[in-house]
């Protein structure tokens, strides 16, 4: 064993080179827009400079930002806390890939969304956006957890950002499609691309790490917070960028609704897959989420509380049935080690979400959506609106981000299996005390010395 | 013992049902209300359609929303995980019963407060609404706690959530009460009902389980997590429903200052009645909550900070003196088991609450209100107004309560009594094991291992 | 050893004379103002009753003020639980001084920044006011956390509040300063008022406890929950009370810049600051913070998302330098004993923050802020308008802070060093069994005798 895995030059020097290039291009290309702006607070002489106050679109898109960057910080870093002992890596790891993506992502995003005169404008859109893009490598992340090096992470997602600005470009202003919600662009992407990454790094050996690839009673309990917590606030992110008004409204009434049906398929499959009929805290933590991504992209559609609930338990059923069943086989056959799952919450569910997309987009009519139609569907106003062609491209855009996740997670894959970047050993996944100064154990007898009644009556007395 | 508490077919076949008749009757029921139909964003034309979307009441209600929804989740949640085993139980059975319940709420809550043309119209207002019948059901699970099977607690949340419609109703539509909080229709009712269950289910033997029904000292910081959000975001609970503008805001300040006078309450008398000064965890995760009960009915009127700062100090103090005075004589006397003490937190603060309510409402003039009595008082309009019997009125809605909840507890804790719901023998109560894979014991000497600066330095050479 | 730590009498007298002097001192001042009194609701009769509800300030300032308040009672509490045996006190004496100095705050505040006709006018604006000042509080709590009982905190915040209300003012309206996040009154102020109190209570001896005085795996984990959402909800803080519009989006903007290059700075060094490469949660905890302690004065202003992120750079950088290098001098020389290194996340960032707005006030121009010059600097309209006073008035502001927190900590260290509160012995700190009653340890032995597939088949069996 030598000093492969010593981050003492290697991560600060990346660190500081990124931030640094970051804090350049920033300088160079980034303003404020017309609603953080100081010059342009009152440009727009229509309306009182008191209305156009209460107009900034702060009020409308920062509640619904601050829940999308809890489930980003909370909900993923808590979530791959399950791990008994990679909790620091999971929440602290996390914490800097994030941290660095969401100011990539606002310079990918800003490039291929178009400039304005050379400066790409930011605003509270713009964070959601950074934010969803963070998501998709985080989601790659889970796949990968355990088994790579912060360096590593930080190169992957330097690719994943990039990818996912151009797909969600090609998807978005090319192809027109529909996916306010992300389950294409950020799941199906972040999930495929990961999978990938996984792939190419496959493991052999991995076994000798086993004893440490599973869950502890409190990390466990860690973990729900994190699931807790991207559940509650699934309608706010698929809802955070939907057009004002009912749109926004309804994709909420509608995420909330997947969720719940979601949530009682779980616990369903759960009890019924395993043999004494317990509940397996795996499903629970993951599975139950299924149902926000499922509706990630006809949420903001009439997609109607029924229907939501259908995808909602269908989702929760296949996500289920993917642990039990096909994740295991994904890595004795195909050699896919995915430590969180990300097939079975993100992957699967990603792909049925835009299936369902493909189908209400191809169901809609002026009869159900009213003069909302254009509202809903962009180029429904262009007159070229048909719902079969729409149907159609949202397909197309699904076929789009698989090839491109799985060509991005291939070639990134490979670039990070150099042996340069510090990762752990195959003795070593899963293991903080690689990357972390980790406490000593605890003293559980001194604690239990002061606290009991005896001890504590001589104290006191 | 046998294999009685095997959840295999029960519980899937009765989340299955559930769900599958629950999509049936949202199919045949449930439609987006004008807010979040697509057909309607602009159906008022006296306003510009941009005028329109910013006024979505999804604006003015969600941020509110998601507070009370952290609450049930997390809140609720966490809160019971200070039992030393039962932690995958309590946050995991909340979870189950919670998005069960939001679902069945909705159904019933619309069915008796009236449909239009057949139908119950859904958005956020129905989603507060929902979850507050939620909460109800959570209070009565914390009597039960540790001693119940997740397809009893379904079982209970069928019947309580009706009853707690009804309930509603009367109060609401009928008796014309005020109660924006639920200090009557969530909290009494949920703590009356779950304590009469609790009674109904008493079991005589439960000191056979004696040793797991009390924390370990990780386990109450996890229970903090849920008390400390419980209390942070009563104000939005207490206001998620209140009329826009003045009694949303004056509501949350008043519950802010509550809650605040509550807790010195409780810090003070928790080490008052103990024999050696020293805080009791029970009392602060619990005691501290009773403000933001006690002015769930006044909390929209105007009972100046000064008089909230009087209830929330009593309903604190009469907590604490509950937990350890009281409790104890209900379990050996009225043989009620109380796991949560939920007669202490949601019982008595409930009807305290109840009682400021109508003196608050009987003390209502428009001396004080000016214009805005019709908005805090709706029959105030109806020129009947006359704040004594509005005062009366308000005592009867307790009474209804009360009787409502007694009834309903007693007929559910019967057919609770069955025996084929697979509930924990007296053995095994308070224990997750029965019903969820449990992960085996952390391997604390292996985590030292890698992380002593011996083993590292090896590793690292 | 003697009784001198029992809380019996003192704890609960403190509290209920604390608590009694606040209800009748609310009673004789305190009245709800324009936006919560139901009489005023419709005085302003130029708009529509409609118009005026929605433009109530509580729906433009209420999300915000509920992200203050978690950071003050789950962000500050959960952050000093990082303690191996100190989380019962962290986060529960957190709870107690924050709930009763946000009630003094609000005398403290309305007294000194005018009362209308005698009385203090209460609303969100209030209440995030009084959550900033018990922010100041509980950072001084981070100095001598462990060290001190409840009832020295609570007379320690008594006197802390009421300078941080003097302070204030004379900062915000006699200087007329910009700081709006409180790089100056907040952190500056909190953070050398804490030390200063420390360094009074100097113990020699502390050695004792030493044991104590570190982490745990899991008490790193929990203290995590404190970071992540302190470091997600600080745009929220910074913005919470600036100007409405653009003002408050930029301020949230600048801050989350600020912060996402703080994170990777405090990764950078952590790692090379440590012999092995291996990062520190010391340091990720509290360092990563400072980027938004330091643009608290300037985040309102044109500091760009250029500016934000060099300025979050720098500040997490001399952060995690100061937790290396500066705070084992401060204890050996200084005789200051900071238990959570506040001088290196609230002291040094936060007159950074003081330096960086004084820089960027006086490079202020028209040219630059065009119209939104008199919102973001108030005194702009009064044509006396200069950049270069103004920055000067800034850094005099600086001055002023720290003469008032160094000179109000001197004076309440020495008040607080009189031996009646029941400070805890030299070898008893860091200790919950002192002040709580602590639950004896977890039978792990049981927990896996259930859980053990071959005891759960007997069971079942």
Wanted: hydrophobic share 45%; with cysteine.
């Amino acid at each position: 064993m030598n000093s492969s895995t010593n981050m003492r030059l290697r991560l600060p020097l990346l660190c500081i080179i990124l931030e640094v290039i970051l804090i350049i291009l920033f300088g160079a290309l980034v303003e404020y827009n017309d609603d953080t702006h100081a010059k342009m607070w009152n440009a727009n002489k229509s309306h009182s400079a008191t209305r156009d106050d209460y107009e900034n679109e702060f009020y409308y898109r920062y509640p619904s930002f601050q829940d999308v960057h809890v489930m980003i910080f909370v909900g993923f870093g808590f979530l791959m806390t399950f791990l008994q002992r990679y909790g620091f890596s999971s929440v602290g790891f996390n914490f800097l890939i994030a941290a660095f993506s969401l100011q990539w992502a606002t310079l990918m995003q800003g490039f291929v969304h178009g400039m304005h005169h050379g400066k790409i404008h930011v605003g509270v859109t713009s964070m959601i956006n950074a934010d969803f893009c963070t998501g998709s490598v985080l989601i790659s992340f889970g796949a990968v957890l355990g088994k790579t090096s912060p360096v590593q992470l930080l190169v992957m997602a330097i690719f994943e950002v990039t990818l996912f600005a151009v797909n969600e470009f090609i998807l978005l202003s090319m192809l027109g499609a529909n996916d306010a919600g992300g389950s294409m662009t950020i799941h199906t992407f972040g999930a495929y691309f990961g999978l990938m990454v996984t792939r190419v790094l496959y493991r052999p050996n991995l076994d000798k790490s086993k004893h440490r690839n599973s869950s502890v009673y409190h990390s466990d309990l860690f973990a729900m917070i994190g699931t807790i917590y991207l559940w509650m606030f699934w309608p706010s992110f698929n809802s955070a960028i939907t057009n004002y008004g009912d749109p926004q409204h309804r994709t909420a009434l509608n995420t909330y609704y997947s969720l719940a049906a979601c949530t009682l398929a779980t616990f369903a499959f759960s009890a019924l897959v395993n043999p004494e009929g317990k509940l397996d805290m795996v499903h629970i933590q993951n599975a139950a989420l299924a149902g926000g991504v499922a509706v990630g992209t006809a949420g903001e559609m009439m997609l109607t509380p029924f229907g939501s609930m259908i995808v909602g338990f269908l989702a929760g059923t296949i996500s289920v049935l993917g642990y039990k069943y096909l994740t295991p086989v994904l890595e004795s056959k195909l050699k896919i080690q995915d430590t969180c799952g990300i097939h079975n919450l993100h992957g699967m569910p990603g792909v049925l979400g835009a299936v369902v997309g493909a189908v209400t987009s191809a169901l809609a009519s002026p009869g159900v959506y009213g003069h909302g139609l254009q509202r809903v569907f962009a180029d429904a106003e262009t007159g070229k609106w048909n719902p079969q062609s729409r149907g159609g491209f949202q397909a197309i855009s699904l076929a789009v981000t698989l090839g491109m996740a799985l060509f991005g997670g291939l070639v990134t894959g490979f670039i990070l299996k150099l042996p340069i970047y510090g990762a752990p050993p195959d003795t070593h996944c899963f293991e903080d005390g690689l990357y972390w100064e980790v406490p000593g154990e605890e003293e559980g007898h001194e604690l239990n010395e002061v606290a009991t009644p005896n001890e504590m009556e001589k104290l006191n007395s």
